[in-house]
């Protein structure tokens, strides 16, 4: 538990939240601010500030919880599609220093933006990030 940290406080329940789901690790709760009608919010119930603070045993528990949770928002939506996305970091949009990740109902036709322009992948930048893991 981290002092000034508004998703632990969330996740033990000390703020209410609309929760979709709990167990003993996660909180599942609906965005305030959501992208789409159903955008939820995975939460650990143990304070980690992004993917890579996150155990190991956390972050293959809570892939399992977005496929079940996004599962079921879908079909209960009549959703068209689903984005997972989890930022880390200020210049990846991560807000709040607390790992989550994001469950975002996709709607045919809506205006939900988790787009780029696709660029070109160039000779030395491809060396350059294959040698990492040679
Ligand atoms: P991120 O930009 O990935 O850090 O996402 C933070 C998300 O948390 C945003 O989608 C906010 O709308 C959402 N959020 C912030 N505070 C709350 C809160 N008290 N309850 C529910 N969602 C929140
Ligand atoms: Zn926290």
């Known amino acids: ?12 329940g000390d703020i209410s939240s609309a929760t979709l789901y709990e167990d003993e690790d996660f909180r599942v709760i609906l965005d305030l601010g959501p992208a789409s009608k159903g955008h939820a ?17 956390t972050a ?9 949770i996004g599962g079921t928002l879908k079909e209960g939506l009549h959703a068209d599609g689903l984005n997972l996305v989890q930022n880390n970091g200020a210049a990846a949009g991560q807000t709040v220093d607390h790992f989550h990740i994001h469950l975002i109902p996709r709607y045919q036709g809506d205006t939900v933006n988790v787009k780029w322009q ?5 000779e030395e930048d491809k060396e350059e990030i294959l040698k990492l893991f040679r």
């Open 41 to 57: 919010l995975i939460l650990p119930k143990k304070h980690a500030a992004n993917l890579f603070e996150l155990p190991d045993e």
């Open 60 to 68: 293959q528990k809570a892939l399992v919880l977005a496929k079940r």
């Open 118 to 122: 696709p660029g070109e992948l160039g």
């Open 1 to 12: 538990m981290e002092e000034n940290c508004i998703f632990c406080k969330i996740a033990r």
